[in-house]
C-alpha cells in the first residue's frame, strides 16, 4: 500500500503526542505510526518521577544552573535558555489546563512540587510515582478527541529520500530530501510506503542495547540508526547516562527506583549498612546520577556485591504515606517480597537515558531536508554531557511544539510526481523465516558488549574490543536483515548494532571523561 500524509511522526511518546497535537489544531494532515500494538508502550509511560514545572519559588536563572551544572557546561546555551524561559510554563498552560493531565496535589490543592537530586529546589511536577503513564493516557485522550489519525503495530524501517530511492536518476544530484519511510506491518508482514511533506522521528532512546536498562524492549534506537543510514547528522553519541538504581530481583526486570526517593530522604548503602555516598560527593546521597552510577558501580566492584541497597524506610519524612506517594514502587517492591515501608531495597545501576542522538536545532528541523527530530531521539544540545532529572518528558513536550509550529508555518504537500518514481519496498529474491533463537542470541551477545566496554566505567582498551566484537556482529546481522523475511525483531537488531556502533565510535573519539562518559585511565 502507499499512503500520503502532510506530516508523518514516528513514535507515540509525549514528544510525538504533542507535536501531533499541534500540527492537528494547525490543521495540518497528521498520522501518528508506533510500532507497538499499544499506544501506551513507551520510555514516556514508564517515567516516574516527574516532569520540571512552572511554580512559584523558581527562576530562569536557577534552573539554567542546575541545567548547565548537570551538563558540565557543555549544553548548547540557546536550547538552555529557549527551555527554562518556555518549557515549565508548558506544564501548567499546554498539559493540566489543555489537555487536562492531572498531578498530585497537597493539602491546599496546589501542585505536590517534588525534589530531586541535583535540583536546588523542589519545582517536579508528579503523579504519584507513575507520572509518565498518567501523561500519556491523559495526552492520548486528547488526541482522541482531536482525531488525530494513531496507527499502531506499524514498525518505521527506513527512511525515503530523492536520492537513495528515486527511479529518476536525475533525483541522485539534487540536494538530499526525505518524502516519507517504508514501515512494516507488523500483523501482516507487508511493508507499505508512506509519503509525507515532513517526518518527523520521535522513536525515544536505545536502552535495549544495554544488558541493564530501565527502558522497555522496544527502545532499540530506530530513529536514530534510519537518520543516520539516510545522511542525517548524529552527535553527543558518547553521553548514555546511567540510573543509579533500579531494582535488582531475579523475576522483576527494568524496574526503576526513582530517584525521587532520594529526594524524599532515601540513602545508598552497602551490605554492612554503611551510607558510602559521602566518599564520592559532597552532595552525598543527592548527588548527580552519573557520580551515583559510578560510586555503586564501584563499592560493588570493590566489595564483589552483585549489588547494593536504597533505605527509603529508615528515612522519609514527608506527610504522604510512603504506600501512596510511592504507590506504583511500593506494590512492585511488594509484589516481588520487599516492603520497602519497612526495609532497604536492593538495586543496581542500569542504562536509563541517551542525551545524544539525531542533531537538530531550536525548531526540531535537522540536517536533512524536511526530517526533524524531537525527544530522546534527538540531541539538540539541551542535556549537554549529562542529563538533569525530570527534564526529559519537558524536552520532549518543549520540542514537540517548536516542531510542530515550524511545520505548520511552512506546510508541505507530497509532490505525487516525485513520489509516483519512488519504487515500493522490493523484498529480496529469497528470503528465509530466521531462527528466533539466532536473533535473541545476537541482541543478547551485543547488549553484553555495550555493557561491558561501553558502560559506567570505560577504558579505551575495552572501547576498541568492543568496536572489533560489534563490527563483526554488524556483518553478521546485515547478512540476515538481507536475507530475512522481516520482521520487528530483525529491524530493531539491526537498528540495536548500528546506534552500538555510533557509541561505541564517539566513546573512543573522546578521551575527556566529562558529563556520563566516563573514562578509565590507568586502565585503558
Ligand atoms: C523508567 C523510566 C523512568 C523515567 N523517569 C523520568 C522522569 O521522571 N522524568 C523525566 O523527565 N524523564 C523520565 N524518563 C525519561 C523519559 O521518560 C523519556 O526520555 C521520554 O519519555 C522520551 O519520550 P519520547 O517521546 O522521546 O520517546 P518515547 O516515550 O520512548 O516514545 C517512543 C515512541 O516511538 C515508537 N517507536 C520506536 N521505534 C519505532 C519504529 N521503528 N517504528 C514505529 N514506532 C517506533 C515507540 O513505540 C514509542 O511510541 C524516564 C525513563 C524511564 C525509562
Known amino acids: 500500500m502507499r499512503y500520503h500524509y502532510e506530516s508523518i511522526i514516528v513514535g507515540s511518546g509525549i514528544a510525538g503526542l504533542t507535536c501531533a497535537i499541534y500540527l492537528k489544531k494547525a490543521g495540518v494532515d497528521v498520522v501518528v505510526l508506533t510500532k507497538n500494538q499499544i499506544p501506551q508502550e513507551s520510555n514516556t509511560y514508564y517515567a516516574q518521577g516527574g516532569i520540571v514545572a512552572a511554580c512559584p519559588d523558581d527562576t530562569e536563572e536557577k534552573l539554567e544552573h542546575d541545567v548547565l551544572l548537570a551538563g558540565c557546561d557543555y549544553n548548547r546555551l540557546e536550547a538552555v535558555k529557549m527551555f527554562v524561559r518556555e518549557a515549565p510554563q508548558l506544564v501548567i498552560d499546554f498539559l493540566i489546563n489543555e489537555a487536562g493531565v492531572e498531578f498530585s496535589r497537597n493539602s491546599s490543592g496546589g501542585i505536590d512540587y517534588t525534589g530531586e537530586a541535583a535540583h536546588q529546589i523542589r519545582r517536579i511536577a508528579h503523579f504519584e510515582d507513575h507520572t509518565g503513564d498518567r501523561i500519556i493516557t491523559d495526552l492520548l485522550s486528547y488526541a482522541e478527541t482531536l482525531g488525530i489519525k494513531l496507527v499502531t503495530g506499524y514498525t518505521a524501517i527506513d527512511l525515503i529520500t530523492n536520492n537513495h530511492h528515486s527511479s529518476d ?44 536498562t530501565t527502558n522497555p524492549v522496544s527502545a532499540t534506537g530506530d530513529g536514530i540508526s534510519m537518520a543516520h543510514r539516510a545522511g542525517a547528522n548524529i552527535i553527543n553519541a558518547e553521553f548514555v547516562q546511567f540510573h543509579p538504581t533500579s531494582l535488582f530481583h531475579r523475576d522483576i526486570k527494568r524496574f526503576l527506583i526513582s530517584e525521587s526517593l532520594r529526594g524524599e530522604g532515601a540513602r545508598i548503602k552497602d551490605h554492612n549498612g554503611v551510607e558510602f555516598m559521602k566518599d564520592y560527593s559532597p552532595f552525598k546521597d543527592l548527588a548527580p546520577r552519573d557520580i551515583a552510577s559510578r560510586a555503586i558501580f564501584d563499592r560493588m566492584s570493590k566489595t564483589g556485591c552483585e549489588y547494593m541497597f536504597l533505605d527509603l524506610a529508615g528515612n522519609y519524612k514527608g506527610p504522604i504515606p510512603i504506600e501512596e506517594r510511592f504507590s506504583n514502587t511500593y506494590k512492585t517492591c511488594l509484589k516481588g517480597g520487599i516492603d520497602i515501608t519497612k526495609e532497604p531495597i536492593p538495586v543496581v545501576p542500569a542504562e536509563h537515558y541517551f542525551c545524544g542522538g539525531i542533531k537538530a536545532d531550536l525548531d526540531g528541523s535537522t540536517s536533512l531536508s524536511n526530517l526533524y527530530a524531537i525527544g530522546e531521539a534527538s540531541c539538540t544540545g539541551f542535556h549537554g554531557a549529562n542529563r538533569l532529572a525530570s527534564t526529559s518528558l519537558l524536552e520532549g513536550l518543549l520540542w514537540g511544539k517548536k516542531a510542530a509550529e515550524a511545520i505548520s508555518a511552512n506546510r508541505k504537500s507530497p509532490d505525487v510526481k516525485r513520489t509516483g518514481r519512488i519504487p515500493d519496498w522490493q523484498d529480496p529474491a529469497r528470503t528465509e523465516e530466521i531462527d528466533p533463537i539466532l536473533v535473541d542470541q545476537d541482541m543478547r551477545a551485543l547488549q553484553t558488549t555495550m555493557w561491558n566496554y561501553a558502560g559506567i566505567i570505560r577504558t579505551q582498551k575495552g572501547l576498541k574490543r568492543a568496536m572489533a566484537d560489534l563490527n563483526y556482529f554488524s556483518y553478521r546481522i546485515l547478512k540476515f536483515y538481507h536475507q530475512a523475511k522481516l520482521n520487528t525483531r530483525i529491524i530493531e537488531l539491526r537498528n540495536a548494532s548500528v546506534c552500538s556502533n555510533l557509541i561505541v565510535d564517539a566513546a573512543i573519539r573522546n578521551s575527556r571523561s566529562i558529563g556520563c562518559h566516563y573514562i578509565q585511565k590507568k586502565m585503558g
Do not use: C, H
Request: hydrophobic fraction near 35%; aromatic fraction near 14%; charged fraction near 15%.
Open 169 to 212: 536518476t536525475q533525483e541522485m544530484y539534487k540536494p538530499r530530501e526525505v518524502l516519507g519511510l517504508y514501515a512494516l506491518n507488523n500483523s501482516t508482514g507487508d511493508v507499505d510506503a508512506f509519503f509525507s511533506g515532513t517526518v518527523v522521528i520521535a522513536t525515544g532512546g536505545i536502552g535495549n542495547i544495554y544488558q541493564y
